[in-house]
């Protein structure tokens, strides 16, 4: 067993620095090569700051061709290299593990073509995932995975982490939207996987390139799907007195054989902070409120929100208020997606974002769960999340000064997250394995099912040359843990 | 024919037919046993209908995880007992497993409005070349831990493994359907196509057929539909959605279609004719049977230089072409019958192949011809 688990990444020792600069600047020239440790300090990590390790070199490509030479040079010079988007993963996915050379993409941020007949748009990884759909709005179609970091967050990181966002619930993640993809393979050569064209033949390597988390190769083109815009919306606030009542009516909301396109929930702490910050009027007394969203044709639409708005009241709602306009409906969601930046107004100097799933019946179960652990830790708490979809982003507050609290979040982390592997669910919705979670995957898969994982790595990357350290633990299944890092700090910092 | 009669069996057969160098053909319904290309080496057929039932059902989860061997028949009735569905058209429900639905990415003319089997398994276990059951994903809506084994599998022709159990994302069933059908000539096809495509309305089905297709299809659903079957071409456009939904969207398109150059326009209270549509595509008396995808707005110029004679039914929107003739069209991926295009990264394909069966055990040949 794990005969093929592939040898632990290193930088060759013998590399020459001097030499992987030239190489570098000779492939995409000087003004698109970093190498100041000030210049590199943002590619130390991303929003999961606990995992820090500093790149030799970042580099900007403008196209595949520079990606090709960049992953060609690595090759003969034996260094690891990684892709990275904007930098927003919660997980560590942007750590470049062991060192080599950052591939940058935030310089191929074109979008090459819309096709409004055919439904898909052509984009270079780099494109900012709000841009997409900006561009869209004169043809009345949007790109349908929406992450509350949207503002910020790239397509190809995207596509790499198989990203969801509040209307996954009736739309799907990103995978579901994505039609094919140019991939860079970690030895130089280009391959295109899918297309704008339907049931392309053989296996389906679009879909598991998608949330591969940059272990396949470099994304240097993607076909997305795009999406006719919903003709009406109806968006409800429900105020609950008690989180139960609100998980219920999810659950009751679901189980009468509605589909909504979002159910988001926000717990008392947390419409404090954003009370405080955006002034949109939220019930400060209530335990909860959820915000209900339902969309598509104009016909039959109110009686859907009718029926939402009485499984509401029947679940005790203590309200039900109504988003009359689109400038209310957009102020509402602009809350709900920039919740995380308004939890520095809690008083807690940091904070850690946990992403756990469970079958959305469970959601009572879990909440109570949550509530339970942070009480037991003596841990400030608070919740926004996908609640529709059973993923839960209990949001951990302390003071990353006092080690005792440091260690009160890991091990309360480590309890919800078991806590939802107990219910049937997983440790990661949407934001990814990374360097994070790695040591979770034993307690979600066997060692059979990991090592088959590693032999599909191989297939694409048999010597791990390509984002080192990922997503599945190095010996392929058994229980050792990651090594080059001590989690002795949570993360913290991001939008969800 | 070997039939196991668990997992545990299974992974004894898949051991001992590696040792032995044979290959192993997995077999689920027997409704499809001629897609792909003709297996390649000697080796055992191995019928996965025992492995069936279903595992658990929690309907408020809108998730139902069953072993493959079960019939999608079943699957549906079983969901059907909460109101919910798997809105996924297959061909031969009755006999077709779950499993082999996968193997051959199963999909009909409801993939405009729900989209395919890709877009449902959420969970997956399979046997592998070392003779062990592994799994990935798992039973919530939303995952992320782990590489998606599923999409790999999907559409694979068993070539990968032979699938066990899968956990699938289902639907609750619309509460109204309708439908609309009408007719055109091969001069204003692309532009009739646009009307529809540029609908307000949002159908879950725009089928095209030729003269012939609708003849074939008309009579296996068994239901004499009004329109003269001069028409060159016949358009077929679905609605599943609220009542007030359906009714909206029927009156809408044939507004929308009363300036358009199409004749006898007429509406359904139903859309059952996907089941014929759908069983269309194993057309048992068919030679070859060829499948063209391009892109939706080429479909029109696409299916009128295809040869009249030919049986011609597309999912027209998705730019799905099936052709049944003599002989397979320029372009066309295997459903039946020799030759198929290959896409630009086949070579990778066959090299993942090669590292996750590395002895070629499963399905050897009916994908990569070795």
Known sequence: MNTLTPPAPTAAPGFSHVALVARMKAVVGNDNVLTAAADMAAYECDGFTIAKTKPNVVVFPTSTEHIVGIVKACNELGVSFLARGAGTSLAGGCVLVGGGVMIALARMKRILEVNVRDRYAVVEPGVVNVWLTNALKPHGLHYAPDPSSQGACTIGGNVATNSGGPHTLKYGVTVNHILGVELVLPDGRVVICGGPTEDTPGYDLTGAIVGSEGTFGVVSKVWVRLTKNPEAYRTLLGVFETIDDATNTISDIIGAGIVPAALELLDKTMLSAVEAAFKFGFPLDAEAVVIMEVDGLAAGLQEEADRIEGIAKKNNAREVRKANTEAERMALWKARKQAFGTIGRLGYPSYCTQDGVVPRTKLPEIMRHIQATAKKYKLGICNVFHAGDGNVHPILMFDERDPLQVKAVMDASHEILSECINLGGSVTGEHGIGVEKIDFMPLMFTPDDLHYMVRLRTAFNPDSRCSPGKMLPTAGGCSEPSSFVGQTKPGRRAAV | ?370
């Open chain 2, 1 to 370: 024919m070997e039939l196991p009669a668990n997992v545990a069996d299974l992974c004894a057969l898949v051991s001992q037919t590696r040792a032995a160098k044979h290959g192993l053909y997995p077999v689920g319904g027997r409704t499809t046993l001629d897609i792909g290309l003709p297996p390649s080496k000697p080796g055992v057929a191995c019928d996965t209908t025992a492995i069936a039932g279903v595992i658990d059902y929690p309907a408020r989860d809108m998730t139902i995880t069953v072993r493959a061997g079960t019939t999608v028949a079943a699957v549906q009735a079983e969901l059907a007992k909460e109101g919910q569905w798997l809105p996924v058209d297959v061909a031969s429900p009755e006999k077709a497993t779950l499993g082999g639905a996968v193997a051959i990415n199963a999909s009909g003319p409801r993939r405009l409005g729900y989209g395919t089997l890709r877009d449902y398994v959420i969970g997956i276990s399979f046997v592998t070349d070392d003779g062990v059951e592994v799994k990935a994903g798992g039973r919530v809506v939303k995952n992320v831990a782990g590489y998606d084994l599923m999409k790999l599998q999907i559409g694979a022709l068993g070539t990968l493994g032979v699938v066990t159990q899968l956990t699938l994302k289902v639907k609750p069933k619309p509460e109204a359907a309708g439908s609309v059908v009408f007719g055109c000539d091969s001069a204003s096809l692309g532009a009739v196509l646009d009307i529809v495509a540029s609908s307000k309305t949002r159908p879950v089905a725009v089928e095209l057929l030729n003269q012939t297709a609708w003849r074939v299809g008309e009579a296996a659903d068994g239901r004499r539909r009004p329109l003269a079957s001069e028409q060159e071409w016949t358009v077929f456009v679905g609605f599943e959605e609220k009542f007030a939904a359906v009714r909206w969207q029927v009156s809408t398109l044939l507004d929308e279609l009363k300036s358009a150059p199409v004749r006898d326009a007429a509406e359904f209270p139903d859309t059952a004719f996907c089941a014929a549509l759908t069983a269309l595509q194993l057309r048992p008396e068919s030679r070859c049977i060829g499948k063209v995808c391009v892109l939706p707005s080429k479909l029109a110029e696409t299916v009128t230089n295809l040869p009249a004679n030919t049986i011609l039914h597309a999912h027209a929107l998705s730019g799905v072409i099936w052709s049944h003739g003599e002989t397979l069209p320029e372009g066309a991926t295997v459903r039946r019958g020799a030759g198929a295009s290959q896409p630009p990264a086949w070579e990778l394909m066959r090299h993942v192949k090669k590292t996750l069966d590395t002895d070629n055990v499963f399905n050897p040949g009916r994908m990569f011809a070795d």
